[in-house]
T-cell receptor, first 112, second 118 residues
């Protein structure tokens, strides 16, 4: 059984640019959730995907968008980057109907 | 107030002593309460979870208790070891509304930095 993986590990962007982060879910898991973790804070829910559709969204603006693919992998896209978007972005996979979420190692995004 | 409150924010204990971290939540319909351990620079790792149909769950040195009436749950670590040093997060599924729609979201506390002193 393979765990959740994310790429890239680190990323540096400048304000106004766009970024795409990737996540491969744990083997057999069909639901992916994305979280933003600012330094010294707990993870904050961005959105969840199931069956390639958004299945719940947190209090994040529309410039945060996502995709889920038929193999259950997922992307997080952020447009018009702002300095406050600097954070660790975590994805977590789970099975629909099972509350347990397993996290990937995260992507550290720095916006200059 | 916050939907999931966690206390204390920092906790120092001597090796071998017990550590207790407490959380309260706002949504009486919440029914799943996980605890995650996050070491510096690493992913949050699920260490134990509890569902609302039980009041206590134990796994070796780690236990979680839940009081649904009072809407609080606690993590207990006994016989602490230096490798227990990390940030611990509690979480609960909380119903949140956004742009006219709503969903249950896994909502985290702000974390407790546990230091176990050898």
């Amino acid at each position: 059984e393979t765990g959740v993986t994310q790429s890239p590990t680190h990323l540096i962007k400048t304000r106004g640019q766009q970024v795409t982060l990737r996540c491969s879910s744990q083997s057999g898991h069909n639901t992916v959730s994305w979280y933003q973790q600012a330094l010294g804070q707990g993870p904050q829910f961005i959105f969840q995907y199931y069956r390639e559709e958004e299945n719940g969204r947190g209090n994040f603006p529309p410039r945060f968008s996502g995709l889920q693919f038929p193999n259950y992998s997922s992307e997080l896209n952020v447009n018009a980057l702002e300095l406050d978007d600097s954070a660790l972005y975590l994805c977590a996979s789970s099975l629909v109907g099972d509350d347990t979420q397993y996290f990937g190692p995260g992507t550290r995004l720095t916006v200059l | 107030g916050e939907n999931v409150e966690q206390h204390p924010s920092t906790l120092s204990v001597q090796e071998g002593d017990s550590a207790v971290i407490k959380c309260t939540y706002s949504d009486s319909a919440s029914n799943y309460f996980p605890w995650y351990k996050q070491e510096l620079g690493k992913r949050p790792q699920l260490i134990i979870d509890i569902r609302s149909n039980v009041g206590e769950k134990k796994d070796q040195r780690i236990a979680v208790t839940l009081n649904k009436t009072a809407k609080h749950f606690s993590l207990h670590i006994t016989e602490t070891q230096p490798e227990d040093s990390a940030v611990y997060f509690c979480a609960a599924y909380i119903f949140e509304e956004y742009s006219g729609a709503g969903s249950y979201q896994l909502t985290f506390g702000k974390g407790t930095k546990l230091s176990v002193i050898p």
